[in-house]
């Protein structure tokens, strides 16, 4: 078996896209890993791209969401406008 060795570059978050997509570019490139360890990383790395895509989708629904709701928030005050207009006459 090797040794690995390796180097901390950072200490700061990063994002889960950017995560991803550094994982899929170490997975894709020539890295000497075993054929075990290679495995774990193709599966670690479409976990990723996966959730990646999750988070994705469950934001562009939630925002969807939220407009609809507003939406039905200014037609809800357009009927109030018209119901205390109706009542001013």
Known sequence: M???TGRV???KPV?????ATLL???VS????????VSAY????????TELKSIHRET???????????GEM??????????KRKSNEI
């Open 2 to 4: 090797k040794t690995v």
């Open 9 to 11: 570059n950072s200490v």
């Open 15 to 19: 994002s889960l896209s950017k995560a």
């Open 24 to 26: 899929s570019g170490f």
């Open 29 to 36: 490139s020539e890295n000497g890993a075993s054929q075990d």
């Open 41 to 48: 990383l193709r599966r670690a790395s479409g976990a990723f």
């Open 59 to 69: 934001k562009l629904s939630s925002k969807k969401k939220r407009k609809s709701d």
């Open 73 to 82: 928030g200014s037609e809800k005050r357009k009927k109030s406008k018209k």
